[in-house]
């Protein structure tokens, strides 16, 4: 089993940043790869990002990337999402995944779950 713990979500004015992280325990952190989704209301779970177990291979998707960037402190158990120039449309829970295989963790199935955390833009 893995627990994952969020935190860092809150109220932002459009333009700005946060960065949430997600405290991992269970199991060896470095053998995980580690990802975001996110979930805006009345919508289903998007992909936002996943890293590699060691951290050398990370992607994100498409309407995200150039802004928000996925880092993991494996001496911590520790992955962030760093985001920047938020948009009102990145309002959404954004929970924090966790599956051995970063492939298979981008298809959102039999990956590990946080509770999520709420990211709120203003405009």
């Known amino acids: 089993q893995v627990q994952l713990v969020e935190s860092g979500g809150g109220l932002v004015q459009a333009g700005g940043s946060l960065r949430l992280s997600c405290a991992a325990s269970?199991?060896?952190?470095?053998?995980?790869?580690m990802g975001w989704f996110r979930q805006a209301p009345g919508k289903g779970r998007d992909f936002v990002a996943v890293?590699?177990?060691?951290?050398?291979?990370?992607w994100s998707a498409a309407s995200v990337k150039g802004r928000f960037t996925i880092s993991r402190d494996n001496a911590k158990n520790t992955v962030y999402l760093q985001m920047n120039s938020l948009k009102p449309e990145a309002t959404a829970i954004y929970s924090c995944?966790?599956?051995?295989?970063?492939?298979?963790?981008?298809?959102?199935?039999?990956?590990?779950w946080g509770q999520g955390t709420q990211v709120t833009v203003s405009s």
């Open positions: 269970g199991r060896t952190f470095s053998s995980l790869a």
């Open positions: 995944a966790a599956h051995p295989a970063s492939v298979q963790l981008q298809r959102g199935q039999d990956n590990y």
């Open positions: 890293i590699s177990g060691n951290g050398e291979i990370a």
